[in-house]
Nanobody, 127 residues
Framework: QVQLVESGGGFVQAGASLNLSCLIS????????LGWFRQAGGQEREFLAA????????YYSDSAKGRLTISRDNAKNTMTLLINSLKLGDTAVYYC????????????????????WGQGTLVTVSS
């Protein structure tokens, strides 16, 4: 059974950078694509980025390209999301997810196809 635990959220100032981590447990996690979503108050859970099972391929939503970087280290059982130049609009709960769905197919509308979710970590950006 794969389990995901996010960390790294908190209060940050606009313009700063933030590294979110997802600790992954379970014997077969390396077979899953991994990725990040976020959900702001009253809005649907939004896809941000995904990474292939071996870490070689990454995929980003249009809104995430250029400012977010996803990576994974299977040897350390972790996945990270670096967010640069934080904006007030980045305030949200950030979730990591795992699934057999190919990373290039990850999207906001396909999130129901992902099997495993973390509990989320709250990021609050202030001016």
């Amino acid at each position: 059974q794969v389990q995901l635990v996010e960390s790294g959220g908190g209060f940050v100032q606009a313009g700063a950078s933030l590294n979110l981590s997802c600790l992954i447990s379970g014997r077969t996690f390396s077979r899953y694509s991994l990725g990040w979503f976020r959900q702001a108050g009253g809005q649907e859970r939004e896809f941000l980025a995904a990474v292939s099972w071996d870490g070689d391929d990454t995929y980003y939503s249009d809104s995430a390209k250029g400012r977010l970087t996803i990576s994974r280290d299977n040897a350390k059982n972790t996945m990270t999301l670096l967010i640069n130049s934080l904006k007030l609009g980045d305030t949200a709960v950030y979730y990591c997810a795992a699934g057999h769905l190919d990373g290039r197919m990850w999207s906001t509308s396909n999130r129901g196809l992902l099997e495993i979710w973390g509990q989320g970590t709250l990021v609050t950006v202030s001016s």
